[in-house]
């Protein structure tokens, strides 16, 4: 299978996620180290928003960018909150409740794509992915300053409730996709 370049876009976000725990994670390396995770998970954020454009553009739209896509922001999302967890930045409980959120969407995918049906990401999956990401930079920048904590504060509630109503939302959409296997 030739690959197009939306889908190289995307098998580089999974491969950038890496070198991002890497520098986010290494103590040893400071504030450089989280300067370079930050400018890391910026680009990837941005292939995200280039593939898709791309993709639907020049109708390079496929099956493989459909299901690899969401699976690659789930990666570079989960592994970023992962190590937020790691710094003290994040509770585990709220990272609980988002990857949550993602292993049952891989499942309703699972299920659709057993009856032949890809499910590309709705507006709600996209606004939730866009605070994920948004929380994520901010979280990484950890600048101290009380308006910007209570900025991240908001910002990683937004996210969380985005996260939430997505999950609502993808589950309502695609009900049918439950229906079939009964």
Known sequence: M?????????????????????CLLVQDWGDLGRYLALAIFVFAS?????DGKI???YNLVTNFGKFMDPLADKLLVGAAMICLVETGQLSAWFVVIIISREFIISGFRLVASDNGVVIAAGIWGKCKTVSQM???????????????????????????????????????QNRSVLKEQQ
Do not use: G
């Not at 941005?46 to 280039?50: A, E, V, Y």
């Open 46 to 50: 941005l292939t995200d928003l280039l």
């Open 134 to 172: 948004a929380m994520i930079v901010i979280l990484i920048l950890d600048l101290d300053h009380p308006l910007y904590q209570l900025l991240s504060t908001i910002v990683a509630y937004t996210a969380l409730a985005l996260t939430i109503i997505s999950l609502v939302d993808y589950v309502w």
């Open 2 to 22: 030739k690959m197009n370049l939306p889908n190289k876009l995307t098998i580089l976000r999974v491969v950038l996620v890496v070198p991002f725990v890497i």
């Open 55 to 57: 993709a639907r553009k």
